[in-house]
């Protein structure tokens, strides 16, 4: 059973300020996706990350895949509140043609 | 503009009762997926259909059906036999393997019980 495990679950952190969030996952899989969700909204793709030691940056946010410990990273650098949501990790797996969710990182930036 | 459109964004349900959440998508993706989500929870796969006349269940299908007669339509049936039904639920589409399993999303439907 494929398991994918997100931590921190919740996140409070100072405008300026920089973090990580983990996505671990329990299976073999090649494609890893970052998502955000504004309370509710849908979702937006944030990243594709499609081999082992992509990196991928937008703004404050970069997120890298180490396929085999099985991991991913999403940084914040130097937090600011528009960043508050909350993110999600979702793996694909070739068994099957669905992507998988963590249970999300609900981020809240403070001044 | 390309996209995926969910109606109604919100339904109200009594008990016993059957509803259909629609789904449309003019993207000419090949897949299209239905997920639920809780207060708190991640994105839970109800079913998912990788072609036209065809579907597979997810983690937690009972109480629903589907249907993919037409590449762009993905309509959910949330049937009486499914016991807690209230949630948002969202649609998604991607282009499939082998080309992309980046799932777009729709707006959602927030549905309740009543």
Known sequence: ELKVEQNPL???????????????YSTTSDRLY????DPGKSLESLFVLLSN???????????????KARLST??????VHDLSATYFCAV??????????GKGTSLLVTP | DGGITQSPKYLFRKEGQNVTLSCEQNLNHDAMYWYRQDPGQGLRLIYYSQI???FQKGDIAEGYSVSREKKESFPLTVTSA??????????ASSSGRPMSTEAFFGQGTRLTVV
């Not at chain 1, 999403?74 to 937090?79: C, E, N, Q, S």
């Not at chain 1, 694909?92 to 969710?101: G, K, Q, S, T």
């Not at chain 2, 499914?82 to 649609?91: E, G, I, M, R, S």
């Open chain 1, 92 to 101: 694909d797996i070739l068994v099957r043609y669905a992507l998988n969710f």
């Open chain 2, 52 to 54: 036209v006349n065809d």
């Open chain 1, 34 to 37: 970052w998502y955000r969700q």
């Open chain 2, 82 to 91: 499914q016991k807690n039904p209230t949630a948002f639920y969202l649609c």
């Open chain 1, 53 to 67: 030691g992509a990196v991928k940056q937008e703004g404050r946010l970069m997120a890298s895949l180490d396929t």
């Open chain 1, 10 to 24: 919740f996140l409070s952190m100072q405008e300026g300020k920089n973090y990580t969030i983990y996505c671990n």
């Open chain 1, 74 to 79: 999403l940084h914040i650098t130097a937090a």
